[in-house]
């Protein structure tokens, strides 16, 4: 018992090599440019659903008023609804799965590699803005 204790002391003490922090910093801005690619294509599959709504009510209003007066087998396409669109990944591709890296480890890797805490930073981990690293 007192030898499996002595190894985990012996790990506790071992300093954490640099490249874990070069790491755990870059898994930290890939996870940044995942969420603002989402939130980038979230907001085109919103732009384009309202454009869509916007077009299929316009198409409804002209039918409407004028399609009783086109005789069917002049213009097959103008009952039509607008093509709908979806952004999703490439083909074969999935979305990225990044692991949730705790704050404070993203604080002691920026502390010990002396990188500045950034804008994006505070906003993808929550870090209070006026930590100082």
Avoid: Y
């Avoid at 097959?76 to 999935?94: F, H, K, Q, S, Y």
Wanted: charged content about 30%; overall charge negative.
């Amino acid at each position: 018992m007192s030898e499996m204790l002595q190894k985990q002391q012996d790990v506790e003490i071992r300093p954490v090599p640099i490249l874990v922090h070069k790491l755990l910093l870059e898994i930290a801005r890939r996870r940044r440019f995942r969420e603002g690619v989402e939130k980038v294509v979230e907001g085109m599959m919103a732009e384009l659903e309202t454009m869509s709504s916007e077009e299929r009510q316009l198409r409804d209003d002209f039918n409407a008023e004028h399609g009783a007066h086109i005789p069917a087998d002049i213009c097959l396409c103008i009952e039509n609804p607008p093509t709908r669109w979806e952004v999703i990944p490439w083909a074969g591709d999935i979305r990225e799965v990044l692991p949730e890296i705790d704050a404070d480890l993203l604080a002691q890797a920026r502390k010990k590699l002396k990188v500045p805490v950034t804008a994006e930073d505070v906003i993808a981990v929550g870090m209070p803005v006026g930590d100082s690293l």
